[in-house]
């Protein structure tokens, strides 16, 4: 018949012990070493495109360059939406960020291709405040989803 | 004299209600989390838009026109901007740690001490230059829209809103915001429309702007187009920042609220910003036509309402304008009454307070520091005004939108994030005021660039475990 030892029966002991705090500290503190949501968001890609559009943006102001400045803006505004689709990715959701990007994207090119000192540019400037205004709200209600356990 | 009477009873009666009602701590800071979207988003909206909207913006439109329009053209997506980055994770963290202020979210992230204080700090440094702003923009609209002496208007609008926000925290200025809010929509919707139609409608208006001074439609303005799209950034990503506008968050009774609030956010903030297009420019089209005389473009909107000879429309545009003053500070003194008397003291170890008798005093203490500074400072409103939006945009995007998403985010990181954006970010204005820095250079969202890539880096790229930094 296999017996345990008395050194086993004290690894045995500390890591149940371990186990206990770790489980002790978790319920006191939930979320000091995570995110308030579902799905923590562990992907690189956060830390990654965070860099690269800082980088990027300093970039833009150091060249003065414009249409960069305006593709980086356009990628920093979908990028933050983004963060709510890394924790709950549905189909919906994603279109309802990307939607909004795309249109405000093509609004600004709209923007720079207009003829100098014509009403052009201004008439697409109020042209995004009056496509986007009424779409992005109802992208977003239409997109809502209410968290698992929440009570009033 | 009818309406100032009215104006000191409204906030006696608003103080006294206030007093009875607001004596807890989740009372007096987040108004016991009753809030729906309605409430919650007009508040919001009047909150954020001060009185630099009636008059600054539409006298913006006749500086620099189209150019001006980049600092509004952000409005449509800022509401669900907030909510999916930092709305929905600030509603999830109140649920599970029952916070009170921003530095206490951030104290649930990361533990309490440096995070907590830095945010305090730049919460409250912030929130005082904020608020003088709005007292020095009550002093110069004195003259312009009173026909009153500055600092009169400037006290009285002061000394009413810590009157009842002294009293009765966010309890008290919760419903005031909502109810100030809708008649700053109203009034900016129906000044805005009289405008126009005295213009000549739209399609006139333009045509008179393209005929005169057609450099008025050039899109970028004498600043350039990398300018230009820094003012539409700032003020887009900035929301996520502005601890007035998150502390909404904290006051929603529940996730679901959080479902409607961008419509009501972005219908209401769209409705009081149709006064910087309309008055802008049909206010502009009336000046370069003739039938306005302007000593300067900060008179456009006083020399409108003239124009239009409507007691109703002027009343309205007066009202709105102190609503618009008052909102603003109203939560401005409370955040930073929060600040000063629990996050400070928490963060260096002491239990905060059980009553709110210090958040009184601290409020009051607040009102006075901005009345001395707007006093003191010699700098113009404009550039107090971006200095403080600019200030809570470099300090805290990079911990309020990465901070809150990235589980990789350490204590570290964000202790490094709070004191690397603000520092880049004023010395980018000393600069600026120096002449050594560029108008390329637009300065809180390069503070929040280099927090950002302070947080990133310092976290270790997320390989570090954060638990490892938390006490």
């Not at chain 2, 008055?279 to 036509?289: D, E, F, N, P, R």
């Amino acid at each position: 018949m296999k017996t345990t030892s008395s050194a086993q029966l004290d690894g045995i002991n500390r890591r149940a012990a371990c186990t206990a705090r770790r489980r002790l500290n978790h319920n006191l503190h939930p979320t000091l070493d995570a995110p308030p949501h579902d799905r923590p968001v562990k992907a690189p890609l956060v830390p990654v495109a965070a860099l690269a559009l800082a980088g990027l943006w300093c970039l833009a102001q150091a060249v003065d360059a414009p249409r960069l400045a305006a593709a980086v803006a356009v990628a920093a505004l979908a990028a933050v939406s983004a963060t709510s689709v890394l924790r709950r990715g549905t189909r919906r959701l994603r279109f309802a960020v990307l939607l909004p990007a795309l249109l405000l994207g093509a609004g600004l090119v709209g923007v720079f291709a207009a003829p100098a000192g014509s009403a052009v540019a201004l008439a697409v400037q109020l042209g995004i405040l009056i496509v986007l205004a009424p779409l992005v709200p109802l992208l977003y209600a239409a997109s809502f989803e209410r968290p698992p356990g929440d009570d009033p | 004299v009818t309406g100032w009477l009215l104006l000191a009873a409204a906030a006696a009666a608003l103080a006294a209600w206030g007093w009875r009602h607001g004596g807890s701590a989740p009372a007096y800071f987040v108004a016991s989390r009753g809030a729906g979207a309605v409430v919650a988003g007009l508040a919001g909206t009047a909150a954020g838009l001060s009185a630099f909207v009636f008059v600054g913006g539409p006298s913006y439109v006749a500086t620099a026109g189209a150019a001006s329009l980049w600092i509004i053209l952000s409005a449509p997506l800022t509401g669900a901007l907030q909510c999916w980055a930092v709305g929905e994770p600030i509603v999830e963290l109140v649920r599970r740690h029952r916070c009170l202020t921003i530095p206490e979210l951030l104290a649930a992230r990361y533990g309490g001490g440096w995070p907590q204080g830095l945010a305090a700090l730049a919460i409250a440094a912030g929130a005082t230059a904020t608020l003088a702003v709005q007292v020095k923009g009550a002093a110069v609209l004195g003259p312009l829209l009173f026909d009153a002496p500055g600092w009169l208007v400037a006290l009285a609008a002061l000394v009413a809103t810590v009157s009842y926000t002294a009293a009765g925290g966010m309890r008290a200025g919760l419903p005031a915001e909502a109810a100030q809010g809708a008649i700053m929509a109203v009034a900016a919707v129906a000044i805005a429309v009289a405008t126009v139609v005295h213009a000549g409608g739209p399609r006139a208006a333009v045509a008179t702007i393209a005929a005169q001074r057609p450099a008025l439609l050039d899109p970028w303005g004498p600043g350039g187009g990398t300018a230009a799209i820094g003012l539409f950034l700032l003020f887009g990503l900035g929301t996520c920042a502005q601890p007035h506008y998150l502390q909404k968050f904290l006051l929603l009774r529940d996730h679901a609220a959080l479902r409607w609030l961008p419509l009501v956010m972005t219908m209401s903030l769209l409705a009081i910003l149709t006064v910087w297009l309309g008055v802008g420019v049909g206010g502009t089209a009336l000046w370069l036509g003739g039938s306005l005389e302007l000593r300067s473009p900060d008179d456009l909107t006083p020399a409108v309402l003239s124009a239009l000879r409507s007691p109703t429309l002027l009343l309205l545009t007066m009202v709105a304008v102190v609503a618009a003053i008052m909102s603003t500070a109203a939560s401005l003194l409370n955040i930073a009454a929060a600040a000063i008397t629990r996050d400070l003291p928490a963060a260096l170890g002491r239990a905060p307070s059980s009553g709110v008798g210090s958040a009184r005093l601290a409020t009051v203490a607040v009102g006075a520091a901005a009345a001395v500074l707007a006093a003191v400072t010699a700098r113009p409103i404009v550039l107090l005004g971006v200095l403080g939006w600019g200030t809570f945009t470099a300090a805290l995007l990079p911990v309020m939108v990465i901070g809150l998403n990235w589980s990789g985010s350490t204590r570290r990181g964000a202790v490094a994030a709070l004191a690397v954006g603000p520092a880049a970010q004023l010395a980018l204005e000393a600069g600026r005021m120096a002449g050594s820095v560029g108008p390329s250079w637009e300065p809180g969202l390069t503070g929040a660039a280099l927090g950002t890539a302070a947080l990133v880096l310092l976290s270790g790229g997320g390989r570090e475990a954060s638990a490892r930094d938390t006490p």
